[in-house]
Antibody, heavy 117, light 109 residues
């Protein structure tokens, strides 16, 4: 069974840090680019970051550049998102997703991040 | 940034009828378009990529068409399980700067 399971979400104060993890199983991980996509009621779905197969190339939404860092551990079939200096408008459900030719063919169930004082 | 605009915002269709959802890009994206279905409390599910190629396991009643700036998702004979929110996504940009439409809510009449 294909599974992507996010963890690490929660309530944090503005300016704090948070690290999201995504453990995958049952899917090919090491040969695929991976991504983080977030969703809010107000802004809908929003792509956040993408990482290539070996972690050398990383791409980010402009509003998170310099604050978020995507990484992966191919030995553990896992994806990560380090979120620093979080802001209220980073509040969202964060999904990890596998990229297949730039569309997203597998998604996790999502992890809620709430940024509030 | 390429803006994606979906219409209508909400669509009510009776079972067995055809549903047609539209997506417009603010500039040409060739066929670099995907469609997703999302049900409450669930992650999005890929339906169509490359504007017209069904993803694995997606029923044949779902079809996608279009290129350039105008795209359509058609559900030929609506089933009760097809309710949900449908999103389009473009992936033309390089380096990646993927954007989604705001969604069309499909209600079963």
């Amino acid at each position: 069974e294909e599974q992507l399971v996010e963890s690490g979400g929660g309530l944090v104060q503005p300016g704090w840090s948070l690290r999201l993890s995504c453990a995958t199983s049952g899917i090919s991980f090491t040969n695929y680019w991976m991504a983080w996509v977030r969703q809010t009621p107000g802004k809908g779905l929003e792509w956040v970051a993408t990482i290539d197969v070996d972690g050398r190339e990383k791409f980010y939404l402009d509003s998170v550049k310099g604050r978020f860092t995507v990484s992966r551990d191919n030995a553990k079939n896992s994806l990560f998102l380090q979120m620093n200096s979080v802001r209220v408008d980073d509040t969202a459900v964060y999904y990890c997703a596998r990229e297949a030719h730039s569309s997203f063919d597998y998604w996790g169930q999502g992890s809620l991040v709430t940024v509030s004082s | 940034e390429i803006l994606m605009t979906q219409s209508p915002a909400t669509l009510s269709v009776s079972p067995g009828q055809r549903a047609t959802l539209s997506c417009r890009a603010s500039q040409s994206i060739s066929n670099k378009l995907a469609w997703y279905q999302q049900k409450p409390g669930q992650a999005p599910r890929l339906l169509i990529s490359g504007a017209s190629t069904r993803a694995t396991g997606i029923p044949a009643r779902f079809s996608g068409s279009g290129s350039g700036t105008e795209f359509t998702l058609t559900i030929s004979s609506l089933q009760s399980e097809d309710f949900g929110v449908y999103y389009c996504q473009q992936y033309k940009n390089w380096p990646p700067m993927y954007t989604f439409g705001q969604g069309t809510t499909l209600e079963i009449k």
